[in-house]
T-cell receptor, first 113, second 115 residues
Framework: AQSVSQHNHHVILSEAASLELGCNYS??????LFWYVQYPGQHLQLLLK??????LVKGIKGFEAEFIKSKFSFNLRKPSVQWSDTAEYFC???????????FGSGTRLSIRP | NAGVMQNPRHLVRRRGQEARLRCSPM?????VYWYRQLPEEGLKFMVY????????ESGMPKERFSAEFPKEGPSILRIQQVVRGDSAAYFC?????????????FGSGTRLTVV
């Protein structure tokens, strides 16, 4: 069975600080990995995804994530956050033989202006 | 090209009533997924459907909940005899009929409040 862990429930940063949100997954085979963002009161939007190739994936709004297979991790990074990055961030995994995407419990990011 | 359309956006039901949530996938998408988001929690998978078929309902409560995706029309998530614990945001997502690394496109959700 596939599962996703996001260890940080709430992260508070000042503007211009660097961000790294942790994500670990559990699955015995090939995986597709995703980060979604949910701005307050809105639906989920895809930030970036990994399915093969370069393990460093660049997404929208300056976000990137690195797939480290040996650590079963897919951490999200941004070098300098802005107040508008305040949102909830969800890591998600889909195993190659699985029928659906499984989401982590989310990390709430608050940015102090 | 409209995205995933969900309606209603907000739904209030009294305990014991029925709730019907509708989802129209993106044009060209034939796979529909329903997720439930409880306050302070992540998204929990409920059910995965293709036209006229339930593919995976492993996340669906055994009682009171049902889902369909008919040949014509939107996918429907139906909750009978609602209870306070059903209050949540219900999100629908869709994906194209090609195996799966594209990710899903989500709708804006239906926020169900049971009073």
């Amino acid at each position: 069975a596939q599962s996703v862990s996001q260890h940080n429930h709430h992260v508070i940063l000042s503007e211009a600080a660097s961000l790294e949100l942790g994500c670990n997954y559990s699955y015995g085979g090939t995986v597709n990995l995703f980060w979604y963002v949910q701005y307050p009161g809105q639906h989920l939007q895809l930030l970036l995804k990994y399915f093969s190739g370069d393990p460093l994936v660049k997404g929208i709004k300056g976000f990137e994530a690195e797939f480290i297979k040996s650590k079963f991790s897919f951490n999200l990074r941004k070098p300098s956050v802005q107040w508008s990055d305040t949102a909830e961030y969800f890591c998600a995994v889909k195993g190659s033989s699985a029928s659906k995407i499984i989401f982590g419990s989310g990390t709430r990011l608050s940015i102090r202006p | 090209n409209a995205g995933v359309m969900q309606n209603p956006r907000h739904l209030v039901r009294r305990r014991g009533q029925e709730a019907r949530l509708r989802c129209s996938p993106m044009k060209g998408h034939s796979h529909v997924y329903w997720y439930r988001q409880l306050p302070e929690e992540g998204l929990k998978f409920m059910v995965y459907l293709q036209k006229e078929n339930i593919i995976d309902e492993s996340g669906m409560p055994k009682e009171r909940f049902s889902a369909e995706f008919p040949k014509e029309g939107p996918s429907i998530l139906r909750i009978q005899q609602v209870v306070r614990g059903d209050s949540a945001a219900y999100f629908c997502a869709s994906s194209p009929p090609v195996e799966g690394h594209y990710g899903y496109t989500f709708g804006s959700g239906t926020r169900l409040t049971v009073v």
